[in-house]
């Protein structure tokens, strides 16, 4: 048998892959909170509570009106943001001109409404959500087997991650939207609707944690308690990357999944804690991120 640093191929793509899907969600949800932080200024602690609703959505479109995967895809992140866009023009927009820690409690106080209302009609014990029938099965690749679905996973992460990117940086309205965070006044003054722009990227960053939450529903099962699990590592990952870098969050979070995935080969005892003490090292090295701007 193939061995790598003593360690059989298998065991180690094995878990390369499981790095790279956990990289996934980390990407993802990572670029979602650096959305909002970045042109809002908001640190989302309602995040993790927001990709809990994406796979309940998600579940629940199945399970009451049998809709299939593929529209609950589709469907779910748009009633999260349509949800989210409700909080910020109602509530969240009255805390943009105080001081961050306003925001941060009204965030932390929504997803613990929101995790303890599912927690109250579906318990605290997860669900299964099946996979589509098209994603089932496994790819032989030779050195190891490939489950389709997950190979979907990251395909489609990148996909979201990449189309991000580009709306953000390379297009008109990501313009508007970097521009309305710098200067309301002055942009407002030539006609741009500031407070659409800043309801709509709120309603982005929630969109893309539903997303992560409906892509995550096949791989771990669907509970109450799957947001609150993953928000804290989501937050470490933005620091490393850089409070606010879009590209920073991207490559940031499938970094850290893989080194997370090669820490359980070689020294399992530390897989849980490898991305806080990368955290750590980095604030260290450079306090403002990877990717960051210092102030």
């Not at 991000?164 to 965070?181: D, F, P, S």
Request: aromatic share 12%; glycine share 10%.
């Amino acid at each position: 048998m193939t061995t790598i640093f003593g360690v059989p191929i298998q065991a180690l793509m094995g878990q390369l892959l499981i790095g790279l899907i956990n990289g996934s969600f980390y990407a993802l949800l990572s670029l979602g909170l650096a959305v909002i932080f970045g042109l809002l200024r908001v640190i989302n602690f309602a995040h993790g509570a927001q990709y809990m609703l994406g796979a309940f959505v998600a579940l629940l479109l199945l399970t009451k009106l049998g809709l299939n995967y593929w529209f609950a895809l589709l469907l779910a992140p748009l009633i999260v943001a349509a949800f989210a866009a409700i909080i910020e023009k109602t509530m969240l927009s009255r805390l943009y001109k105080l001081d961050h820690l306003y925001g941060l409690l009204y965030t932390f106080g929504l997803a613990l409404v929101i995790e303890g209302t599912f927690r109250y009609f579906f318990g605290a014990s997860g669900q299964p959500y099946p996979a589509p029938p098209q994603l089932t099965g496994a790819v032989n690749l030779g050195f190891m087997f490939l489950p389709i679905y997950r190979g979907w996973v990251i395909v489609a992460s990148l996909i979201a991650c990449i189309a991000t990117w580009v709306l953000i940086e390379k297009t008109k309205l990501g313009a508007y939207l970097r521009a309305a965070t710098e200067n309301p006044v002055l942009v407002q003054s030539f006609g741009v609707n500031v407070p659409l722009l800043l309801t709509f990227t709120y309603a982005l960053g929630a969109g893309l944690a539903a997303l992560a939450g409906v892509l995550a529903a096949p791989v771990y099962q669907v509970s109450p308690l799957m947001g609150s699990n993953i928000i804290i590592i989501v937050f470490a990952v933005v620091v490393v990357g850089g409070m606010g870098s879009i590209l920073g969050a991207i490559v940031t979070g499938y970094m850290l999944g893989i080194a997370e995935g090669l820490t359980k080969v070689f020294y399992p005892e530390a897989s849980n804690m490898v991305i806080f003490v990368i955290m750590a090292i980095v604030l260290l090295l450079r306090p403002a991120g990877l990717f960051g701007k210092d102030a």
